[in-house]
């Protein structure tokens, strides 16, 4: 693994941490007073994505993507990071599950995401269903050639804006050694389908103006022709597809972390009190030792494991250790950044408050930190029978 970025990774960092700057940072005070983001502002945002070249990066060259590899692309989240996510979610980055569509689905869902028609919604979680995938009730039974989709997921993240939404329900069970299992099936489901429907979710301290939904199924019949991949095996695509969201949210806090950290730094140095500026107290000072080198080590977890993916290694257990140091690191670099500031730390006339809220949603979404540290003790226990 080479430390150093290539001259085109520079570019690429250069190029989307000039995009967050200019597009993201100087609409973010009233994003975070008002909630909302205007839908003039998303599409104008996702416009100039698509005219600096980086919409759909993630996606392969021959569907009309980016191309760019998982260290690339973790390198153009991390950069994302900085901004609020209730702007760069118009940064496209359609799902990278919508690679499992077929035939017609291609024309309907895959390509219109890429090329930024279509926005699509990950529909997984559920009021009694979180990381525990196979305890989900959404059902969806066949009849006939169609499937009828019954429940309700929530904290579905931007679906207020999505056209459709890709969705799992236990479509069956199974038997196994250790009981009855359910089976899961993915679906494509277009906003506006009879028995579909989309409501405002909860208020959260995260992410003001980056909404939540909850979605509501009540005889939804939709046909055969618009499940991803096979029946009962939308656990299989999940496992496949879904781990790069993790990879996504660590890199994410790596970016955030540095944001805060660079915007303190020179306060250390402002700020006076006894006669000297308040970074020459070991107090204060250790804290940017500290700070630095956490950032530092959870920058390279993350890049170390989108390297992994690039090089067809193993990388559970790698993307669950970044997702965890990250995330919890994120939220010791915020509070700190919040005391360092001293008062003014928690006025919403800096943005240290609100990274600070930000920051406690990332040990929770995608996977919490309880269930990183299962991945984790799980890969280095089995091989050992444990």
Known sequence: MEFGLTDEQELIVRTVRGFVETEIHPHEAEVERSGQVPAELGR???????SIGFYAAN????????GLSHLDFTLVERELGRGSAALTVFFGRPSGILMACEGEQREKYLLPA??????????????GAGSDVRGMQCSARREGSDWIIDGTKHFISHANIADFVILFAASGEEETERGMKKLISCFLIDRGTPGFEISPGYASVSHR????????FENCRVPESQMLGEAHKGFEIAEEWL??????VAAGCVGRARRAFELTLPH????????SPIG?????????ADMITEIDAADYLTLAAAWRLDQGLPADREIASAKLYATEMLARVTDECIQIHGGMGLMSDLPFERFWRDA?????????????????????LRPLGG
């Open 243 to 248: 781990y790069a969201t993790r990879l996504t």
């Open 360 to 380: 406690r949603v990332e040990r929770i979404w995608d996977g919490t930190s309880e269930i990183q540290r299962h991945i984790i003790s799980r890969s280095l």
């Open 59 to 66: 996606f392969p060259e021959e569907v009309g993507g980016g």
């Open 268 to 275: 250390a140095v402002e700020r006076k009190q006894f006669g």
């Open 280 to 288: 020459r107290f070991q107090g204060v000072g250790f804290k940017f």
């Open 209 to 216: 103006g980056y909404e939540n939904c909850i979605l509501r």
């Open 44 to 50: 104008h945002i996702a416009d100039k994505c698509g």
């Open 114 to 127: 890429v090329r930024g028609e279509r926005f699509d919604a990950l529909a997984m979680t559920e009021p």
